[in-house]
Structures are given as C-alpha cells and as structure tokens.
C-alpha cells in the first residue's frame, strides 16, 4: 500500500507533527509520502530499509528525520530551546534565521545518509536551504540521486564520498542520524562546521544519558509513535 493512502500512519505522522506545534502544506506532506514509498518499495538499490520499518515508515523514520526542523521552527517561540540554552548566542541567530526565512546561503551537510533520512525530509520541510547527503556507499548513492531528480530537490546534493573527504566547509549546519557514539561524530564534523555553526545528532536516549551535565551539549528528550524508547535530538555550538 502506497504512503499516500495509508491513513493510520499519516494520522500518525500528522498528530506527532501537531504536538510539537508543527502543520505541513499539503504538498511537503506528499513529497515526504513519496519519499517513504521510493524508500520502502525500490529494491534495485539493495535493502534500504528493514521488513519490520517498512510498515512504519512514517511515523518512526520521517517522524524522526523531522525532529531537527521541530526544533528549528520552536526556537522562534522559546529561546530557551536553543542547542546552548541561550537566545544570544550565535547558534540561536542562526537557528531563528532558519525557521523565519531560511536564506539560500545556510549550508546544511548531512554524514552517513545512508537511504536519506535525515537528510532528504529536511531538504523537503526547508527548500531554501542548501543540503548536501554525504554518503560513500555507491548503492546508498544512486538510489539518492534518483530520489533526488523524481522528487526535484533542488536544493539538495548527493555527494559520494567519507564527509571527511567530501571537501566541504564553512557549513552552518552538519547532522547524523545513529551515526556513532556522539563523540566520534562530533569529532569528525568539527572541520567542516563553521564557527557559530550548529552539529544535530538524532541518538537513542540510553546512548548519550552521559552528556547530561555537558555544559557545552544541549539534550532535547522525545518520542516517537507507538515507540518504546525515548530518543534524543543532541546539539552543540561551534563556538570555540
């Protein structure tokens, strides 16, 4: 069954949307649909997905992916929410220049895509800014490039290699999505994120509970439908 008709899990997708504050335009709505149904049906690409996540595509992985553009669009309403819990620093400039206009000049790169998430339900929620899916596994990226050219993503660049030797720099975003631990992560986004710049990491709860006290980490707890665990949207500023 086509993403587009499956009502329990669109309702699904749109309350978790509507407890965070968040409604779609018909037409994000249903290119996050079709996303989920090239990602859950091509399977010239190899397995992109496993058999128990194809049922739930929606509400477990673009709920997910959608979390960082959540977060963008509330800190608008609550400086408190920043990735450093501050509404003057430079990350909080950044993410409220995001949610209100979203220049085409903000860079967004995304390490590991793997099958695109979080990277392309972002470049869908945010057109104006500029994403690059970095991933070096050749299979992972032509099935993005294809995705890329059948949804017209724009604003969206698939680049096959390791992000360490992608070339790309002065970024003012760079995320992950269950990458590696948060550490190694952020060590090897370092390089590429410009200062003032933000790193976004989606992890498992249990996985980070130990940077609770980092003053330098900001933890925003979620859940996501019908899951059990709780997960994390993990943000740190470069601004040393």
């Known amino acids: 069954m086509s993403y587009r008709e499956n009502t329990e899990q669109k309702n699904l997708l749109n309350q978790f949307l509507a407890e965070h504050g968040v409604q779609l335009s018909e037409e994000t709505l249903d290119k996050l649909y079709q996303f989920a149904d090239l990602v859950v049906d091509t399977k010239e690409f190899g397995n992109l997905i496993s058999a128990k996540d ?10 997910d992916s959608l979390v960082p553009y959540i977060y963008v669009s509330k800190s608008l309403l609550d400086p408190s929410t920043s990735p450093n819990g501050s509404a003057q620093d430079d990350s909080h400039s950044l993410l409220k220049a995001t949610a209100e206009s979203a220049p085409h ?10 099958a695109g998430c979080p990277v392309f339900p972002l470049a869908i929620a945010m057109p104006n800014i500029q994403f690059f ?6 299979m992972r990226v032509n099935f993005m490039q294809m995705v890329k050219e059948k949804l017209h993503l724009d ?3 698939v680049v096959g290699k390791r992000f360490e030797t992608s070339g790309l720099a002065n970024l003012d975003f760079i995320s992950c999505r269950a990458l590696s631990t948060f550490e ?26 130990h ?15 019908e899951e059990e665990q709780v997960y994390a949207l993990v943000t740190r500023g470069n601004n040393e």
């Open 54 to 63: 194809a049922g739930k595509f929606l509400s477990r992985h673009i709920a």
């Open 105 to 114: 000049n903000l860079k967004w790169a995304d390490m590991g895509a793997g």
């Open 133 to 138: 899916a970095v991933e070096p596994r050749h």
């Open 155 to 157: 604003n969206l660049t």
């Open 184 to 209: 190694n992560d952020w060590e090897r986004a370092q390089a590429g994120l410009k200062k003032g710049g933000t790193f976004v990491t989606l992890k498992s709860y249990n996985n980070i509970v």
């Open 211 to 225: 940077l609770e006290n980092d003053p330098k980490v900001h933890i925003q707890k979620y859940e996501l439908p």
